[in-house]
């Protein structure tokens, strides 16, 4: 018998396709009928294909544990993207009052970021590996400045929305007849 029909389907998602992932840890692609890996997995990421992870006895969305996995090898992998101290940071938001907005500011410079990737790659269709790779040399003072510029900028908006919070707060306690 297989996979797919050893345990109840999951509910079906419309243009999501549903991986399930067994006790033994393996991934089964209900759409492929197969067995997957985990690099299968990323390059289902990074094709924008939608997806979702679901424990193939409850049911349970593990997507999210996958897709930190991922993370987690790639950082492993030689290249990190997170330094010890922003990891650290991160880590330090959860159960922080500010973490609901962590999420979001990360999330809005994460989009941001993408945006920039992509009108960068339009730009640059057509060209060799070469001639890209010599592009991007030449451009990377430029996008540090712009990157600085836009930190600097979303840094001061943090602030200033901070500021606003801690006046409405105040404005909050006040109403009740407490004082900071």
């Known amino acids: 018998m297989s996979p797919a029909k050893q345990t109840a389907a999951p509910a079906k998602r419309p243009g999501v396709r549903v991986i399930k992932k067994y006790p033994n840890r393996r991934l089964y692609d209900t759409d492929a009928s197969s067995y997957i890996t985990l690099a299968q997995v990323r390059t ?3 094709e924008r294909e939608r997806f979702a992870v ?30 010890e101290a922003v990891l650290a ?6 159960g922080h009052a500010m973490q609901g907005f962590m999420g979001s500011y990360l999330e809005k410079n994460i989009q941001a970021m993408v945006e920039i990737q992509t009108k960068l790659a339009e730009q640059a269709q057509g060209l060799t590996p070469e001639m890209w790779s010599q592009f991007m040399r030449q451009q990377a003072p430029l996008m540090q400045g712009v990157m600085s510029s836009y930190l600097e900028q979303s840094k001061a908006t943090f602030l200033q929305m901070q500021e606003q919070m801690a006046r409405q707060a105040e404005q909050f306690f006040s109403a009740f007849g407490m004082r900071r």
């Open 44 to 46: 289902l990421v990074m």
């Open 54 to 83: 679901l424990d193939a006895r409850t049911g349970e969305d593990l997507t999210r544990s996958i897709l930190l996995q991922i993370i987690l090898e790639e950082e492993a992998a030689g290249a990190p993207l997170f330094t």
């Open 89 to 94: 940071d991160i880590i330090r938001f959860y």
